[in-house]
Nanobody, 123 residues
Framework: QVQLVESGGGLVQAGGSLRLSCAASGRTFSIYTMGWFRQAPGKEREFVAK????????YHADSVKDRFTISRDNAKNTVYLQMNGLKPEDTAVYYC????????????????WGQGTQVTVSS
């Protein structure tokens, strides 16, 4: 079981940037697909991006493609989400999660979530 802690959120103006981090415990971090999700007030949680265990494959939701980039550093057991060109509609609590499967990761029903990190984008 991987323990996850998200950080890096904050308040930023539209057009600004933030980098989120998700630190994972455990010695087998590199075998896990990692991903970011977000949940805005009054809305369901939605998939944002995923990255394979090696980092060789990534996939971003259409809503963030060309603005957000997921990456990972397996030596640091950390996955990142670089967010550029932020928009007010990106305001949400951002969560990371992990699974050994890559395919359909974005559709999994995860059993647990961390505390997330709040991102607020002002117009």
């Amino acid at each position: 079981q991987v323990q996850l802690v998200e950080s890096g959120g904050g308040l930023v103006q539209a057009g600004g940037s933030l980098r989120l981090s998700c630190a994972a415990s455990g010695r087998t971090f590199s075998i896990y697909t990692m991903g970011w999700f977000r949940q805005a007030p009054g809305k369901e949680r939605e998939f944002v991006a995923k990255i394979s265990g090696s980092g060789g494959a990534t996939y971003h939701a259409d809503s963030v493609k060309d603005r957000f980039t997921i990456s990972r550093d397996n030596a640091k057991n950390t996955v990142y989400l670089q967010m550029n060109g932020l928009k007010p509609e990106d305001t949400a609590v951002y969560y990371c999660n992990a699974d050994k499967r890559y395919s359909s990761f974005e559709n999994f029903k995860f059993d647990s979530w961390g505390q997330g990190t709040q991102v607020t984008v002002s117009s």
